[in-house]
């Protein structure tokens, strides 16, 4: 499946959440000002924790991708959780990229955090396959993403147009339109255009908010209506099962592609961008706000997207699941405590220190020394109202500054 990723672009200017620990490599991640006043200096752990509820999510739906086609629950599971984990991701990294602009040591920060690991684990997946699933044929292109690649394509292409989508008039209904003039397009492979395209909304929502809108979320009648809105997500999930292609989750084909009219392309990716975002405001609503046992982890989703795709895929291609116990209930239990268990592990500090030169690659020695390298971090950002200080280091999926998922 090609669907999972997580946040760490912003930490020190990447995209997805990084793992450098260390309470001073984190003023990007720090809570976001009140609304009348400064920043408190100390990092918000509802972000971490969002980011680790989302990857163990991410981990979890790929690890009952098998199940699906044997069991109406696992698909109607599955289906919920991809209607909003991404789009969640996505959103946090929209919200961390607010102050992105083409600074010279933003612009190296993004190429180290983000393009590098994409040029990395593109590689490394498409060399996987090969030997892995004994197809010597499948090429290795580094402008056709495969697997979980395609976020940090995306993440990359998002920010770079970040500044244009803070200057536009109407940059939600604008990027909604994008969105559908995608699905009803046919860009090819090059780049996952489609997803870039389709998923854009949740990125440009993102740059949209501001702390004020995070505090709505995490009010209590917020709290209160989440549950039964995943309960009704839930029970709307498990009905249409049997009858949706599950492909409309990843927004990677047009409708050409999935075999519907144009306008009954655009019209149910415009249904699923709408579910999708209530979907993620219940999510985020139900995350805790304090600073839990867990919230640490939340700071290494970078590496638990990027590395759970090895397992991912091998327990397919090393028949994991060829038994009957992996089919029923018990074993679907099983499956799941082990996926979110692997999450935990991918994100904890040995793990983080032990894979850092690959997911966040120091490449200070490959730039140029010059104004807005050193010196510019603590410059005030005007212009972006309630801007979190250094955001360029918050993606989805890291704290650092890497990509984000």
Same mark, same amino acid.
């Given at each position: 499946m090609t669907q999972g990723v997580p946040h760490r672009l912003a930490g020190r200017g990447r995209l997805l959440p990084s793992a450098r620990s260390g309470p001073g490599r984190h003023a990007a991640h720090r809570a976001p000002p009140a609304a009348g006043g400064g920043s408190t200096g100390q990092r918000d752990p509802f972000f971490d924790n969002a980011k680790l509820f989302a990857i163990a999510l991410v981990v979890a739906g790929h690890?009952?991708?098998?199940?699906?086609? /044997?069991?109406?629950?696992? #698909?109607?599971?599955?289906?919920?959780?991809?209607? &909003?984990h991404m789009p969640a991701f996505i959103v946090i990294s929209g919200y961390f990229s607010r102050s992105f602009d083409s600074r010279p040591d933003r612009v190296q920060r993004l190429i180290s955090g983000v $393009?590098?690991?994409?040029? %990395? &684990?593109?590689?490394?997946?498409?060399?996987? #396959?090969?030997? $892995?699933? *004994? *197809?010597? +044929?499948?090429? !290795?292109?580094? !402008?056709?993403?495969?697997?979980?690649?395609?976020?940090?394509?995306?993440l990359f292409v998002w920010r770079l147009t970040a500044p244009i989508w803070r200057v536009v008039r109407w940059p939600l209904p604008l990027a909604v339109a994008v969105a559908l003039l995608?699905?009803?397009?046919?860009? @090819? *492979?090059?780049? *996952?255009?489609q997803r870039v395209f389709q998923f854009l909304p949740f990125f440009v929502l993102g740059l949209r908010? /501001?702390?004020?809108? =995070?505090?709505?979320?995490?009010?209590?009648?917020?709290?209160? +209506?989440? @549950?039964?809105? =995943? $309960? +009704?997500?839930? $029970? =709307?999930?498990?009905?249409? +099962?049997?009858? %949706?292609?599950r492909a409309w989750m990843y927004h990677r084909e047009s409708s050409d592609d999935l075999g519907v009219s144009r306008l009954a392309g655009a019209a149910t990716t415009l249904l699923t961008l709408g579910c999708s975002t209530v979907l993620t405001v219940a999510f985020l609503a139900l995350v805790p706000t304090g600073r839990r046992w867990f919230t640490t982890l939340g700071t290494g989703t970078l590496y638990a997207f990027l590395l759970h795709g090895f397992l991912a895929k091998g327990s397919r291609y090393w028949g994991w699941y060829d038994n009957g116990f992996a089919e029923s209930p018990p074993g679907? !239990? !099983?499956i799941t405590a082990i996926a979110v268990t692997i999450a935990l592990v991918l994100c904890s500090a040995p793990v983080r220190r032990l894979f850092r030169p690959v997911v966040e690659p120091r490449l200070d020695w490959a730039f140029r020394r010059g104004p807005g390298r050193a010196g510019s971090r603590a410059r005030p950002r005007s212009g972006v109202r309630g801007a979190p200080e250094r955001p360029t280091r918050h993606l989805a999926i890291s704290r650092s500054g890497s990509a984000d998922p």
């Amino acid at each position: 499946m090609t669907q999972g990723v997580p946040h760490r672009l912003a930490g020190r200017g990447r995209l997805l959440p990084s793992a450098r620990s260390g309470p001073g490599r984190h003023a990007a991640h720090r809570a976001p000002p009140a609304a009348g006043g400064g920043s408190t200096g100390q990092r918000d752990p509802f972000f971490d924790n969002a980011k680790l509820f989302a990857i163990a999510l991410v981990v979890a739906g790929h690890s009952w991708e098998p199940l699906t086609d /044997g069991s109406r629950a696992a #698909k109607a599971l599955y289906l919920l959780v991809y209607a &909003f984990h991404m789009p969640a991701f996505i959103v946090i990294s929209g919200y961390f990229s607010r102050s992105f602009d083409s600074r010279p040591d933003r612009v190296q920060r993004l190429i180290s955090g983000v $393009a590098i690991p994409y040029l %990395v &684990f593109e590689t490394a997946y498409s060399v996987f #396959k090969r030997y $892995a699933d *004994d *197809d010597p +044929a499948h090429p !290795v292109s580094l !402008v056709d993403p495969w697997y979980l690649t395609w976020f940090l394509a995306a993440l990359f292409v998002w920010r770079l147009t970040a500044p244009i989508w803070r200057v536009v008039r109407w940059p939600l209904p604008l990027a909604v339109a994008v969105a559908l003039l995608a699905t009803t397009s046919n860009l @090819g *492979d090059e780049l *996952d255009l489609q997803r870039v395209f389709q998923f854009l909304p949740f990125f440009v929502l993102g740059l949209r908010l /501001g702390p004020e809108h =995070f505090a709505r979320v995490r009010s209590r009648p917020a709290r209160l +209506a989440a @549950g039964p809105v =995943f $309960a +009704a997500a839930l $029970a =709307f999930a498990y009905w249409i +099962a049997p009858r %949706v292609d599950r492909a409309w989750m990843y927004h990677r084909e047009s409708s050409d592609d999935l075999g519907v009219s144009r306008l009954a392309g655009a019209a149910t990716t415009l249904l699923t961008l709408g579910c999708s975002t209530v979907l993620t405001v219940a999510f985020l609503a139900l995350v805790p706000t304090g600073r839990r046992w867990f919230t640490t982890l939340g700071t290494g989703t970078l590496y638990a997207f990027l590395l759970h795709g090895f397992l991912a895929k091998g327990s397919r291609y090393w028949g994991w699941y060829d038994n009957g116990f992996a089919e029923s209930p018990p074993g679907a !239990v !099983v499956i799941t405590a082990i996926a979110v268990t692997i999450a935990l592990v991918l994100c904890s500090a040995p793990v983080r220190r032990l894979f850092r030169p690959v997911v966040e690659p120091r490449l200070d020695w490959a730039f140029r020394r010059g104004p807005g390298r050193a010196g510019s971090r603590a410059r005030p950002r005007s212009g972006v109202r309630g801007a979190p200080e250094r955001p360029t280091r918050h993606l989805a999926i890291s704290r650092s500054g890497s990509a984000d998922p």
